[in-house]
């Protein structure tokens, strides 16, 4: 249980073209997900916090306009990336949430997407 | 948040044990989690431990806790060549977790 699904798991594109990234929670429901970025050997840094049905909290230093995050249902987040350009070349890591088999509340993590943006 | 901090990179023998360590910053931390990242993935969590526990032990993983130091480490036992990942601590703070910059456990054979 708690299996966290991310897509695409890879993307190259243009710059100036925008990208959507989606995130599922696959057997349980998540009202919260998290939306992260990493950089080559760095940490996770959290860009934004998304709650069903109502609108992201973003971190300081995280361009809303830039990153679009909808968490339409208890399963689904996406974040896009609109007018990407090469310095949003990253890997994005959702979380949703929950207790699932540990009992507890923690987050439980998506694969991860890489983006190139050429 | 602040800044957790971690050994940043870690190389043991095949067979012998690794301890990880990590400072956390929130003494109000409910729960502290290690997750285990190989390389291009995302990450999994390993354990977790509550903030009013000394030591959980989960096969070859044990956590022990000082609360009143901060500090959290992660012993592996038996460490074999497939534990090589990057390993973050981190402690939730408020509904988000704040990750320490990893430690790489490098084992070799």
């Known amino acids: 249980g708690a299996v966290v699904s991310q897509h695409p798991s890879w993307v190259i594109c243009k710059s100036g073209t925008s990208v959507k990234i989606e995130c599922r929670s696959l057997d349980f429901q998540a009202t919260t997900m998290f939306w992260y970025r990493q950089f080559p050997k760095q940490s996770l840094m959290l860009m934004a916090t998304?709650?069903?049905?109502?609108?992201?909290?973003?971190e300081q230093g995280v361009e809303k306009d830039k990153f679009l995050i909808n968490h339409a249902s208890l399963t689904l987040s996406t974040l896009t990336v609109t007018s990407a350009h090469p310095e949003d070349s990253s890997f994005y890591i959702c979380?949703?949430?929950?207790?699932?088999?540990?009992?507890?509340?923690?987050?439980?993590f998506g694969p991860g997407t890489r983006l190139l943006v050429l | 948040g602040e800044d957790v901090e971690q050994s940043l990179f870690l190389s043991v023998r095949e067979g012998d044990s690794s301890v990880i360590n990590c400072t956390y910053t929130d003494s109000s931390s409910t729960y502290l989690y290690w997750y285990k990242q190989e390389p291009g993935a995302g990450l999994q969590l390993l354990t977790y431990?509550?903030?009013?526990?000394d030591m959980k032990q989960d096969q070859r993983l044990t956590v022990l806790l000082n609360k009143k130091d901060k500090h959290l480490s992660l012993r592996i036992a038996d460490t074999q060549t497939g534990d090589s990942a990057i390993y973050f601590c981190a402690e939730m703070e408020g509904y988000a977790l704040n990750f320490g910059k990893g430690t790489s456990l490098l084992v070799t054979p």
């Open positions: 979380s949703a949430r929950g207790s699932g088999t540990v009992g507890v509340e923690t987050q439980y």
């Open positions: 431990i509550f903030s009013n526990m």
């Open positions: 998304s709650n069903e049905g109502s609108k992201a909290t973003y």
